[in-house]
T-cell receptor
Framework: KNQVEQSPQSLIILEGKNCTLQ??????????LRWYKQDTGRGPVSLTI?????NTKSNGRYTATLDADTKQSSLHITASQLSDSASYIC????????????FGTGTQLKVEL | ETGVTQTPRHLVMGMTNKKSLKCEQH?????MYWYKQSAKKPLELMFV???????ENNSVPSRFSPECPNSSHLFLHLHTLQPEDSALYLC??????????FGQGTRLTVV
């Protein structure tokens, strides 16, 4: 069964600090991996998408990495802001037809003053 | 705004009621999705419509019935729901496997 596991489950950091979120998956065959940011009660917003051949991708203060061999991804947030407080969800798409997506459990990030 | 509109934003219904959730997108996307988000759980993909053809069901109970009359509209018909069906229901659309755009969701409470 395809699985996507994220860690930590929750995280509290001070404004201005950096943090790294982890995502491990067993989805196979692999198509792509996305990181989403979801504010409470709202739909997720895509931050990055990475395919098999990509190791690193940045979007402003967000940098995602992918190791397709170990099936691990990370999302690094630099110089955190209060507005970064949200749930960060890792989503892996299975290759082939059927639009099969597996969602991680998410990491709840809280940025404090 | 993401270009995906859901109505209503909030819905309270009894277990014997029949209601429908509506989703609309004019982004020209060819795939639409229904997701369920319960408290402290990851998003659960319920239904996918690609080019108006349902491609995945994900073993959703039959009390949830999707309808996709065209590529811009998606409905989720609800009947005889259970209290555990109370959740945030999110609609999304995408162009093939590109980034999905999500609506703001319908907060459903079953009493």
């Amino acid at each position: 069964k395809n699985q996507v596991e994220q860690s930590p489950q929750s995280l509290i950091i001070l404004e201005g600090k950096n943090c790294t979120l982890q995502c491990n998956y067993t989805v196979s065959p692999f198509s792509n991996l996305r990181w989403y940011k979801q504010d409470t009660g709202r739909g997720p917003v895509s931050l990055t998408i990475m395919t098999f051949s990509e190791n690193t991708k940045s979007n402003g203060r967000y940098t995602a990495t992918l190791d397709a061999d170990t099936k691990q991804s990370s999302l690094h947030i630099t110089a955190s802001q209060l507005s970064d407080s949200a749930s960060y969800i890792c989503v892996v798409r299975e290759a082939g037809g059927g639009n099969k997506l597996t969602f991680g459990t998410g990491t709840q990030l809280k940025v404090e003053l | 705004e993401t270009g995906v509109t859901q109505t209503p934003r909030h819905l309270v219904m009894g277990m014997t009621n029949k209601k429908s959730l509506k989703c609309e997108q004019h982004l020209g996307h060819n795939a639409m999705y229904w997701y369920k988000q319960s408290a402290k759980k990851p998003l659960e993909l319920m239904f996918v419509y690609s080019l108006e053809e349902r491609v995945e069901n994900n073993s959703v109970p039959s009390r949830f019935s999707p309808e996709c009359p065209n590529s811009s509209h998606l409905f989720l018909h609800l009947h005889t729901l259970q209290p555990e069906d109370s959740a945030l229901y999110l609609c999304a659309s995408s162009q093939e496997d590109r980034a999905a755009f999500f609506g703001q969701g319908t907060r459903l409470t079953v009493v």
